[in-house]
């Protein structure tokens, strides 16, 4: 028996509320790094509304990079959860 089932209908729905509400807050914090450092490093010139074609360029790359920076740091995260989990080092007690 898994320990969510351990938890009432109440308690499984205030928890999943809590870890939706975690995702969401991890999301917007990876957002607003994202936004800062691209901005830090990407836009110099504010003497315009828009951005420069290089400043753009710039972004776009930034952006790329941050992105599959992060998805190779999740797929690294689930090799290692993968590799404890079969070296019985999650999952407790067995």
């Known amino acids: 028996m898994s320990q969510m089932d351990a938890l009432n ?20 914090n990876m957002y607003s790094n994202l936004v800062q450092r691209c901005f830090t ?3 110099s010139d504010f003497t315009s509304k828009s951005l420069q074609s290089k400043e753009e360029g710039c972004v776009m790359r930034c952006v790329d990079k941050f992105l599959k920076s992060s998805e190779r740091l999740g797929e690294r995260f689930q090799e290692q959860n993968a ?12």
């Open 41 to 43: 490093d990407c836009v």
């Open 83 to 94: 590799a404890m989990a079969q070296q019985g080092g999650m999952g407790g007690g067995r």
């Open 9 to 28: 209908r109440q308690e499984q729905m205030e928890l999943q509320g809590r870890m939706e509400r975690k995702q969401m807050k991890d999301f917007m």
